[in-house]
């Protein structure tokens, strides 16, 4: 089992940014996938970004007016692998969502995939 604690959430104001983490614990050996997903009132969940072990990362390729999630946001795993962050910058209020982190292993050979209980970013219009 992987259990996933988020933290960094929290109100800002258009423009400002926000930095969220994600310790991951337990068998974090079978951890190969760590990212974030996000979810807005109403609407479904969605990527934001995700990175494998000691790869390169994965951006949602969602644009909202002129930049994409690539121009603003920023993951990363700290060099253990067992935590991730997501540096969020020049917020608006359309990422208003809560944020959930998402882990991704292998088990004997099966997918198991963990998340975290979430954590809202408010971005006020």
């Known amino acids: 089992q992987v259990q996933l604690v988020e933290s960094g959430g929290g109100l800002v104001q258009p423009g400002g940014s926000l930095r969220l983490s994600c310790a991951a614990s337990?068998?974090?050996?079978?951890?190969?996938?760590l990212g974030w997903y996000r979810q807005a009132l109403g609407k479904q969940r969605e990527l934001v970004a995700t990175?494998?072990?000691?790869?390169?990362?994965?951006?949602?390729?969602?644009?909202q007016g002129r930049f994409t999630i690539r121009d603003r946001f920023s993951i990363s795993r700290d060099d253990a692998e067992t935590t991730v962050y997501l540096q969020m910058n020049s917020l608006k209020p359309e990422d208003t969502a809560v944020y959930y982190c998402?882990?991704?292993?292998?088990?004997?050979?099966?997918?198991?995939?963990?998340w975290g209980q979430g954590t809202q970013v408010t971005v006020p219009s």
């Open positions: 990175v494998r072990r000691g790869g390169s990362p994965n951006y949602a390729e969602s644009v």
């Open positions: 998402n882990a991704v292993g292998t088990v004997a050979g099966l997918t198991r995939v963990y």
């Open positions: 337990g068998s974090t050996w079978s951890i190969n996938d």
